[in-house]
């Protein structure tokens, strides 16, 4: 019986992955290049009568000075203010009135604001979007109020959050030259120096059409959207951008070490490698092999550290991998975990169960049987996104809003698939050494450990 049950389940599985498969590879993307610098991309998906509409800014954490940290997030925040037609708080409230749910985001890369609607309201969507592109008015009074309500959003997310403020200060020590070091919120001081002049200018300087992605998933028609956005955002004067140059991160400084000791109810130990990504890789394949290194060592319950350090040897309480292959410029390869106390482990424990789990990597690539589980598994995962419209949406903002062509992530099933246990060995060999690592443990205040 279990059997059959199980056969089944596998049969279901596959034949809906097979489904999702195929109505992936049929949805049509369309893109669009408005007079005025604006770039739309509009996606079909017609199984639900709903759309995902994103606005995305070209601008985000890493594109703010020193001194001026959290300007971007801050300016998020005085999006839904007032405009010349719009009074604060309006836009939400309109949403609200026609049944949509509305959000935004700031990012290291990029802000998005994005609502999911009904489809036949997306010309509300539109309108009220270009209302605030162009017609933004910071108010002084406004501004004091709602800077107050950032640094109390940093204070609960991390200042007071141990975990959170301790891989702030792991970020500041592992980017050395670039500004992923700075948290997205900002610096506390940055925000008690930031004016509303400040706001003002990056808002004049960076919000304009030819600085914008908009992304349109959901039951539309693609001529349709094009007209409104020709309606709305066309009569929308571009403006001289910034010239941007890269940045760049010096990725092999030394191994570098800190300890942060708080109140605390878990130590945590954090273990980042600087690593190339899609971006700033010479080689382009590498990126791949590293995700799918990350993979190998947690891609779920029977992956290595899953296996052999939470279960096997209980060294940890719990451990990860995890690497972001998608930014402007290098990322980190991180492994964190917290050591199994219960088993009187401390950290010096933790840190060698991982060290040999990177060691057993470069020492002897994958097996095949090993490598297929671990590809089906993030294949799947792969597809299953496409359920959502509103993932669908994000992959295709998130890309473009660094600079890659949405169409990656249509590549991305195969590239992945011709990664080979050989090429995942050698990305371990290469970047998961000392000279790229930095380690950052969190002591909880008046917890002896070794």
């Known amino acids: 019986m279990i059997q059959h049950s199980l056969k089944t389940l596998v049969i279901v599985t596959w034949l809906s992955l097979s489904a999702t498969l195929a109505t992936a590879k049929t949805t049509a993307t369309h893109e669009f290049l408005l007079d ?21 800014y070209k601008v985000g954490g890493s594109y703010e000075p020193l001194g001026l940290t959290g300007v971007s997030h801050v300016l998020e925040h ?6 010349k037609k719009l009074k604060t708080g309006e836009f939400s409230r309109i949403m609200s009135k026609i049944g949509a749910q509305e959000n935004a985001f700031t990012s290291k890369d990029a802000t998005s604001y994005h609502q999911m609607l009904s489809a036949e309201r ?6 009220l979007e270009a209302e605030r592109m162009q017609n933004l008015i910071i108010d002084d009074q406004e501004f004091s109020k709602e800077i107050k309500v950032v640094m109390e959003e940093r204070r609960l997310r991390t200042t007071d959050k141990p975990t959170s403020l301790t ?7 592992a980017h050395q030259t670039s500004p992923y070091k700075n948290p997205i919120v900002g610096w506390q001081r940055d925000l008690e120096a930031m004016t509303s002049e400040d706001i003002r200018h990056w808002y004049q300087q960076w919000y304009a059409p030819n600085n914008a992605v908009i992304v349109v998933v959901g039951d539309i028609q693609p001529k349709a959207v094009l007209e409104l956005a020709k309606k709305y955002f066309g009569p929308i004067k571009p403006k001289q951008l910034p010239v941007l140059k890269p940045i760049y991160e010096h990725n092999t400084p030394g191994e570098r ?8 109810q878990l130590p945590v130990l954090l273990m980042g490698f600087n690593v190339p990504v899609i971006k700033t890789t010479k080689q382009a394949w590498e990126p791949y092999a590293l995700r799918l290194l990350a993979a190998v060592l947690d891609g779920g319950y029977s992956a290595r550290i899953q296996k052999n350090i939470v279960r096997g040897k209980e060294v940890a309480a719990f451990a990860n991998a995890s690497y972001n292959a998608f930014s402007r410029s290098d990322s980190l390869f991180i492994l964190n975990g917290s050591p199994n106390r219960q088993k009187q482990k401390n950290m010096q424990d933790l840190e060698n169960a991982l060290w040999q789990e990177i060691t057993a990597i470069q020492q002897a690539p994958p ?6 589980r671990i590809v089906a598994q993030v294949i799947s995962g792969l597809i299953y996104q496409q359920d959502s419209i509103r993932t669908q949406a994000n992959l295709i903002g998130g890309l473009e809003s660094i600079g890659l062509d949405w169409q990656l992530a249509d590549q991305d099933l195969d590239k992945l698939k011709a990664i080979t246990p050989h090429q995942i060995q050698q990305v371990a060999k290469k970047y998961l050494v000392r000279e790229r690592l930095t380690i950052a443990e969190l ?4 917890l002896h450990l070794k």
């Not at 005085?78 to 405009?83: G, L, S, V």
């Not at 891989?167 to 020590?173: I, Q, V």
């Not at 070490?257 to 605390?264: G, I, S």
């Open 167 to 173: 891989y702030e200060r792991f970020l500041a020590t």
């Open 36 to 56: 005025n610098g604006l770039k739309l991309i509009v996606r079909e998906d017609h199984r639900a009568p709903v759309v995902v509409s994103m606005v995305w």
């Open 443 to 446: 002591k909880p205040k008046g």
């Open 367 to 372: 097996t095949v049987t090993e490598l297929n």
């Open 122 to 127: 997306l010309p509300v969507s539109f309108e």
């Open 257 to 264: 070490r800190l300890t942060v000791e708080l109140p605390a």
């Open 78 to 83: 005085m999006m839904f203010k007032n405009t």
